[in-house]
């Protein structure tokens, strides 16, 4: 199976993008728990199963000193990828019950997620159980984990606290940092590049080179689109693996000549020329990749680039780290620009 952090390496994506001067994302681990931070501020805590299962929580914490903590319970269905529609939690034997639902998960919001994270605190293990085998998410590292996120975001001893509350003001948690500004270039003609080949110059480019002689292509070809009156971009197929297709990204003028590899910044301002499942959408002007850190995707990179006219900058980043079923529309927010009209 290929591991996240040979993914992580592959997907460390940029183009003199913005994201290196910005507020880098941060994540630890402690023992059962994974929290993460990403440059908005907000931070997220997940809660894993002792053992090989179909269960997890997640507990979200927006920056700023208005926030309040909310917790999503997922029990997914490994048989056909859904979420198990019915089940009930419990802390070491007691009952659990949300109050609302979030993003098609059951949820608690307000005072009672603050009640629940007492309580989890406190205990040992988190049951699911849907009238099967239950599940347990252990809760070893959970009081870490929420102590981490109070300390990043400048909430210790305040009434806003996960974990550590006091009576210092809530005025002193600091705001939200202000996000990136983005807005696409203009839309470029895509006329008469249909059937077009690959120039010889950028052809005859080493690492293009050894991308196609890969016999593992099979039939997978470049494709190229036009930035600007002068500019293409040209996505060459590199390599195939079981669950994921990578692709090299270069510029030409439009005569073919001045070759030059595309560099994207990834959330941590690491570079390098290649994509995961993904490719460039002329219509919106940006570029995706979703890399797989297994099969199923349920970790890995999910990224966002967005054509300003002059670079590709970094829209948005989500990530999981660890592989344990958590569907990539809950995985926390690495990096997230504003986009302008």
Aim: negative net charge; glycine residues 10%; aromatic residues 8%.
């Amino acid at each position: 199976m290929q591991t996240v952090r040979i993914m992580l390496a592959l997907v460390a994506l940029g183009f003199a993008g913005s994201a290196a001067a910005q507020a880098a994302p941060a994540t630890a681990t402690f023992r059962d728990w994974l929290a993460v931070c990403g440059n908005d501020g907000a931070c997220v805590a997940f809660g894993k199963p002792r053992e090989f299962g179909p269960a997890w929580v997640r507990v979200e914490m927006d920056a700023g000193p208005e926030a309040w903590p909310r917790i999503q319970f997922g029990y997914p269905d490994w048989s056909d990828g859904e979420q198990t529609p019915r089940f009930s939690l419990a802390i070491d034997g007691a009952d659990l019950r949300t109050t609302t639902n979030i993003d098609g998960l059951p949820a608690l919001t307000g005072e009672a997620a603050r009640e629940a994270l007492a309580r989890m605190t406190r205990g040992s293990s988190l049951t699911f159980n849907s009238g099967q085998d239950p599940t347990e998410v252990s809760l070893s590292g959970a009081s870490a984990a929420l102590l981490w996120i109070d300390e990043r975001q400048g909430r210790l001893d305040t009434p806003s606290a996960l974990i550590r509350r006091g009576a210092r003001s809530n005025e002193a948690v600091p705001a939200a940092p202000a996000l990136p500004r983005l807005r696409a270039g203009a839309a470029a003609s895509q006329a008469g590049l249909e059937g077009r080949s690959l120039p010889p110059a950028l052809a005859g480019a080493a690492d293009v080179g050894e991308c196609l002689a890969d016999e593992d292509l099979g039939d997978a070809s470049p494709t190229v689109h036009r930035l600007g009156p002068d500019l293409l971009l040209w996505t060459i197929p590199c390599f195939r693996g079981a669950y994921n297709f990578g692709s090299v990204l270069w510029t030409t003028r439009d005569d073919g000549s001045d070759p030059r590899p595309l560099l994207l910044t990834n959330a941590r301002g690491e570079t390098v020329t290649e994509i995961i499942n993904g490719g460039y959408d002329p219509q919106t002007r940006q570029i995706d990749a979703f890399a797989k850190g297994r099969g199923i995707g349920d970790c890995g990179l999910a990224q966002r680039w967005l054509w300003t006219g002059q670079h590709f900058e970094l829209l948005e980043e989500t990530g999981m780290d660890d592989c344990f079923g958590v569907r990539a529309d809950y995985w926390p927010v690495l990096w997230r620009a504003e986009l302008l009209d």
